[in-house]
């Protein structure tokens, strides 16, 4: 198993995918290479120094970066020798078997889309979002950004996706699909609410069980909960505002809106293309990149990619 890590992604890169590669190292004994890309001269000392100098972390030299806010098409064009435009390659040559970056989101999702493709069938790749439920368990939200307009045919593919991915690696079996509305009835929401539900209503592969509104999302009504990029980042804001907010009123025991923090998630992998793209936040930390490699390493072990292509054969 390979995995390929941006290691000049995020705002406090190198040091903190340095941090993030001991943390999973001193917690997984999983045989696992990790391919750290990035600029040698400043990965290698930090590695040396962080005692990480085992045969299965492989430098590969990548001296250019692309900046948080350059235009990702140009930036993956002009900058073949940046840490991301090498990630890329090696994934799309079959030198690594995943690829995490917490760089450029905009760059992540060119690459993703144009260097690895989407699955076949798949009209529109998603992300999506953990979200935690208030009674322990674990629910997804998609899309939250990716496409912030939609037609009904793809969010019934959301919800494929969406079923698949808290199947094999939430370990929900048989999760029920909601869709989100602005009411619970058959007939509800707007033109895409009332085209789509038909489609969800037929789709043999997931476990519909109808409308379901914002006051379900935290609760156990639905554990795929699907909807427009538009609603589910707004959502997503909203809810990153919890943790935000409980740590300004000193709530730091609510073990609840603690699980709301991003780095407990660590990044959101892109889901319907070919081979696993993991994205981080902007200012992951050890514990997130930490978690992106072992969600990594999850969606290898698991066969993720080929049973989402199985799925959508035909």
Not at 131 to 138: A, I, M, N, R
Not at 223 to 236: K, S
Request: overall charge negative.
């Amino acid at each position: 198993m390979n995995i390929g890590l941006d290691m000049m992604g995020g705002d406090f890169a190198p040091l903190e995918a340095v941090k993030g590669l001991q943390s999973y190292l001193s917690t997984s004994d999983e045989p696992v290479n990790l391919f750290c890309i990035g600029d040698q001269a400043q990965v290698k000392v930090l590695l040396a120094e962080h005692g990480l100098t085992r045969p299965n972390l492989i430098t590969v030299h990548a001296p250019e970066v692309i900046g948080m806010n350059e235009h990702p098409t140009k930036a993956l064009k002009e900058k073949q020798q940046s840490s991301i435009a090498v990630g890329f390659y090696m994934l799309a040559k079959g030198n690594i078997d995943a690829f995490i970056s917490a760089g450029n989101t905009g760059a992540m999702l060119v690459g993703a889309l144009y260097s690895i493709k989407a699955i076949e069938g798949v009209q529109r790749p998603t992300i999506s979002t953990v979200v935690p439920k208030l009674k322990g368990g674990t629910g997804l939200l998609l899309d939250v950004g990716l496409n912030a307009d939609c037609k009904p045919e793809h969010l019934n593919q959301f919800a494929t996706l969406g079923s698949l991915y808290a199947q094999y690696i939430l370990g929900i079996e048989d999760p029920k699909v909601g869709l989100l509305n602005v009411g619970e009835e058959e007939g509800k929401g707007n033109l895409l609410a009332q085209s789509t539900y038909p489609l969800l209503k037929e789709n043999s592969r997931i476990n519909f069980i109808g409308n379901i509104e914002g006051r379900d999302l935290f609760f156990d009504k639905a554990d795929v909960v699907i909807c427009e990029g538009f609603t589910g980042n707004i959502i997503l804001k909203l809810a990153e505002s919890f943790y935000d907010i409980a740590h300004q009123r000193n709530l730091h025991e609510d073990i609840y809106l603690s699980r709301f923090h991003y780095e407990n998630y660590g990044g959101t992998p892109v889901l319907g293309v070919a081979k696993p793209v993991i994205i981080g936040h902007g200012i992951s930390n050890g514990k997130a990149f930490s978690n992106m490699i072992s969600l990594a390493q999850k969606m290898i072990s698991s066969n993720l990619c080929e049973k989402i292509q199985e799925s959508f054969k035909g």
